[in-house]
């Protein structure tokens, strides 16, 4: 399947918000649950939680569905305007489980698994209601994705983040290269993901990867501060603003098409280097699972 039919499928604009023009409102519901996302509005502040029972987070592909579906849930009530995307378990996210990821969604295709995370990305970038990531413990891979997917950073001190993927022979997909050359620059995005090496919150923090830095005893209150400020700014600001900054981040570099990702990967697969690597990065990491 061609990438962007599958955003025609799932109902998902993959490109950047606009200032929506069809909300709508709906009888209020404070609680619902999607693929491993627990999504809860509670006034004008609403949390969508990646909420799964090993307590890592891990990304697969009924995850992924289910953030587009969070995120759908929230575009839906006009009464949120903050959304603080976080995770129940004792670190951010662990990133995606290449190993078990789930049933490809949409048609089953290679094309349709690597685009989906893209789409999941994008729906959360587009949601209507400002995205505030609350990051702690580790972000992995996807997991510093899902951060860069939302509209400001609150990181604790202490986070440990990477992007392990090209170790993993594969060519970073989900749009990550665009979001992290807008981010952080070219040269600093060839740094972080061909080494994959780890980097702390206050390296994030320095590298403009996060809005704010701070000890993880203040990230709830740093993260409700900072949702209270925008909620105070008229929501007709908020939207013109953020569907800009939107337009011009994609016009530095964009989103809205996965067709390159989905070749990367395809090529990555029958290459005998990265089947080399790949094998070896299995082995270590089975290795290290026996250990545990």
């Known amino acids: 399947m061609p990438a962007g039919e599958a955003g025609d499928l799932l109902g998902v604009d ?16 404070s609680r619902d649950h999607f693929g491993g996302v627990t999504v809860v509005a509670d006034g004008p502040v609403g949390r969508l939680r990646l909420d799964r029972p090993d307590g890592r987070s891990v990304i697969d592909y009924p995850l992924l569905s289910g953030l587009i579906e969070a995120a759908a849930w ?3 009530r006009d009464d949120v305007r903050v959304v603080v995307v976080e995770s129940a378990g004792k670190v ?4 995606f489980n ?16 690597v685009d989906i995370g893209r789409l999941a990305m994008n729906a959360v970038t587009a949601m209507r209601a400002l995205t505030i990531a609350r990051v702690h413990g580790r972000a992995r891979g996807g997991g510093v994705v899902l951060a860069l997917a939302c509209d400001l950073q609150v990181v604790a001190a202490d986070a440990v983040l990477s992007m392990p993927e090209a170790h993993m022979a594969l060519p970073i997909p989900w749009a990550t290269l665009p979001r992290l050359v807008r981010q952080i620059g070219p040269m600093r995005t060839r740094d972080l993901v061909l080494t994959a090496r780890e980097f702390s919150g206050e390296d994030a923090g320095r590298w403009g990867l996060a809005t704010q830095v701070v000890p993880a005893a203040d990230l709830d209150a740093a993260v409700d501060s900072l949702a209270a400020a925008v909620v105070t700014t008229p929501q007709l600001v908020v939207d013109q603003v953020l569907a800009e900054v939107d337009r011009l981040a994609e016009s530095i570099a964009a989103t809205g098409d996965g067709t390159g990702d989905v070749e990367r990967v395809l090529a990555a697969a029958t290459d005998p280097g990265c089947q080399a690597a790949r094998d070896a990065y299995m082995a270590g990491w089975a290795e290290r699972q026996s250990t545990r």
């Open 14 to 29: 993959s490109s950047a918000r606009g200032v929506l023009s069809h909300r709508r409102t709906i009888p209020a519901v």
């Open 74 to 76: 929230f575009d839906a």
């Open 92 to 95: 951010f996210c662990s990133g």
């Open 98 to 113: 290449a190993f078990d990821p789930g049933p490809i969604p949409l048609d089953g295709s290679v094309g349709a698994g």
